[in-house]
């Protein structure tokens, strides 16, 4: 099981108290209030007791069925009480543990050396943070009590109070809503989302998962991968993801490219790669030693390109005390290389886990249970800034965060919505999948308040989809790349996705970017996006119609540039040249004609004598580079052809331009 399903027990530290001083012993005497009902109740307690008194917390959640029948025989006894709050703190109704500790506090303080232990941490859990410091205070001063707790432990735990306060008075604007049609009464957890937020793969441990196989530690079902999609506005029930990515065994999410064709997996202590094919998800396959250790990997996520993953690694091999950092390793070809571990400013001598990375390429999201936590673990972020160093984390706040494990978040590319794994009050059972929606006035919320509040999320980065089909509209398999034009260099590739023939890809801000789609048989299309001037989130939809190669045929080459009223190719165009390159050798027997265009500003004669020159230009640079001007035609248009109306900007750019047809 993945490591966070320590969340299901979060009773920190004192799971692992010694019995003695401990157990409050339930008196016959006093428990029997009545001789109706009396033999039945008792039989209960002396069932829960033996149980309980094995002081192992794995089989409070068995005991707490039989303490609560024979609660409904005597609610008041003290002792009774105390159990059955011990016994909820340990399960997945925490916040239900406040008042019967509080009924057993009210009867004898010192009924077990435990007891304000036990009542502050459910009173963190309630988001009652003054009485919970006061009760750490308390409890403190049982010395042999705070050695086997630990100091440093209760320390931390009043920061998270104090913490907890400063967020809860100024909370983030946000919605969050249980996902009701996805949730289930059993844990659903590790959300995972495509960069266009169509779909979704979780880990449930729902009936009917792994064949309805059964773990021995905690009898839960084993824990299976599934799919939904949105639609019509609304996430559809889930299906299981299959027998491709399914086994009898315990089978997790981990991460999903924000394409969504390639997902990372978790399985017996392991990060495993599977690829979306037309038959469906490969099986996986585990990443190398680089990546995966003898320890614990059990979280990732890759960079918008694919060519980094940022992973958690733990330091035992029990995943109960892996106690996880952040590491990140980048792709060299095939290869990946040795992990390096994120700064000390990101990794505390805490818990990480949970790794996310927008499709910005900068923006790195993770749960902690260091830095500024309100309790378990909170969700931060930090920016991977332009020196390469990391920005120190931000809380995204309150009710974002809560004192209970707050955990595996993603957000839609346009930073408005999240996904994460939470155990709330209106969760179903054990842990649900939520989603939080950010409102216009976004702020997280920041614990330390010599720091300036930072904006919600912002995402500066183009997502841009399609589908691609031929000119009748078949769908098309299609080869997506995308270039930076000032380096010239291919930076990401991806293809269609081979049921829907639709892309998607993430262009962070910064690069002037040409997009190259082709299939075998077909003329490329190209656009380009020039976002060195941009700092806000836009998403495109561009669908493309790709022309066969047969006489006749043309396409626009948008990534050709010239300086204002010059004809000499730019360098930033000699990715797309490469492309007619390529384009040339592949098809020898095509001839291509070469046309410029401009729009309607200046003379008729100007504008067709500055097409010409642009047009013979491309060619001598595509005779430069082996290409026989036998094969090449140049025309100059001028104004004649307008792809678009000169009376807009909009359209005087559309007409300046360079289109490439066989003749």
Not at 30 to 39: L, Q, S, W, Y
Not at 174 to 186: D, G, L, M, P
Not at 204 to 209: P, Q, T
Request: charged share 25%; glycine share 6%.
């Amino acid at each position: 099981m993945r490591k966070v399903f320590a969340i299901l027990s979060l009773v920190i530290a004192a799971q692992t108290v010694a019995a003695q001083g401990q157990i409050a012993a339930i008196d016959q005497t006093e428990f029997k209030i009545k001789p109706e009902g009396f033999a039945d109740a008792w039989k209960n307690v002396k069932n829960g007791n033996k149980l309980f008194d094995t002081d192992n917390p794995s089989l409070y959640g068995d005991a707490l069925p039989f303490y609560l029948e024979a609660y409904k025989y005597n609610s008041t006894n003290p002792e009774l009480n105390y159990r059955i709050g011990v016994c909820r703190l340990s399960g997945n109704d925490k916040e239900k543990a406040l008042p019967h500790l509080q009924t057993a506090y009210r009867h004898d303080h010192a009924l077990a050396p435990l007891l304000p232990y036990y009542l502050a941490r459910a009173e963190m859990l309630n988001m009652m943070f003054d009485s919970a410091e006061i009760h750490f205070d308390e409890f403190a001063k049982n010395k042999a009590m705070l050695a086997k707790i630990g100091s440093a432990n209760i320390r931390k735990y009043k920061e998270q109070c104090a913490t907890g306060r400063q967020m809860m008075a100024n909370p983030v604007d946000v919605t969050i809503t249980n996902i009701a049609t996805i949730n289930s009464q059993w844990p659903d957890y590790s959300p995972i989302i495509n960069a266009d937020g169509s779909m979704m793969m979780f880990t449930s441990r729902r009936e009917g998962s792994s064949n309805n196989n059964t773990d021995k530690v905690d009898g839960l079902f084993n824990e299976d991968i599934y799919i939904s999609y949105f639609k019509n506005g609304a996430w559809q029930s889930p299906v299981n993801a299959g027998k491709s990515l399914n086994t009898d065994a315990h089978d997790a999410t981990v991460a999903l490219s924000s394409d969504g064709l390639t997902l990372l997996t978790y399985t017996m202590g392991d990060l495993y790669i599977s690829h979306l094919k037309k038959e469906g998800w490969t099986k996986p396959e585990k990443l190398p030693a680089t990546i995966n250790s003898e320890l614990i990997e059990n979280s990732a996520c890759f960079s918008y390109d694919g060519n980094t993953i940022y992973f958690i690694r733990g330091r035992h091999q029990d995943p109960a005390k892996s106690n996880g950092d952040i590491y990140v390793s980048k792709r060299t070809g095939n290869s990946w290389s040795r992990a390096v571990k994120l700064p000390p400013n990101i990794n505390t001598k805490y818990d990480e886990d949970g790794v996310f990375m927008l499709p910005d390429g900068k923006t790195l999201i993770f749960s902690s249970k260091g830095h500024n936590s309100m309790g378990g673990y909170d969700i931060f972020k930090t920016t991977l800034k332009s020196d390469g160093t990391w920005s120190d984390p931000v809380n995204l706040g309150y009710p974002i965060n809560t004192p209970a494990d707050n955990v595996y978040y993603v957000l839609s590319a346009d930073g408005k919505t999240g996904y994460y794994s939470a155990e709330r009050s209106d969760s179903k059972g054990y842990t649900d999948i939520y989603m939080v929606t950010y409102n216009q006035t976004s702020q997280p919320a920041i614990a330390d308040k010599a720091k300036e509040e930072e904006p919600a999320i912002v995402t500066q980065m183009t997502l841009v989809t399609g589908s691609v089909t031929d000119s009748k509209g078949n769908a098309i398999a299609a080869e997506v790349e995308i270039y930076d034009n000032d380096k010239n260099e291919l930076v990401y590739s991806t293809s269609t996705n081979s049921v829907t023939s639709r892309y998607v890809v993430s262009l962070p801000a910064g690069p002037n970017y040409g997009m190259s789609i082709k299939a075998d048989g077909f003329l490329f299309h190209s656009e380009n996006f020039n976002l060195k001037n941009d700092s806000t989130f836009s998403k495109k939809e561009i669908n493309v119609n790709l022309q066969k190669i047969e006489e006749g045929s043309k396409t626009v080459l948008n990534n050709l540039f010239f300086d204002t009223d010059k004809w000499d190719v730019k360098p930033e165009s000699e990715s797309e040249l490469n492309q007619i390159v390529a384009l040339m050798n592949k098809n020898a027997g095509i001839k291509l004609e070469i046309s410029g265009h401009t729009d309607s500003s200046g003379s008729k004669e100007h504008n067709k004598t500055l097409s010409e020159k642009r047009a013979s230009s491309v060619i001598e640079w595509l005779a430069a580079h082996g290409i026989s001007k036998s094969r090449l035609t140049a025309r100059g248009a001028g104004d004649s052809e307008p792809a678009a109306d000169n009376a807009t900007e909009e359209g005087r750019k559309a007409n300046r331009r360079v289109e490439m047809k066989i003749l």
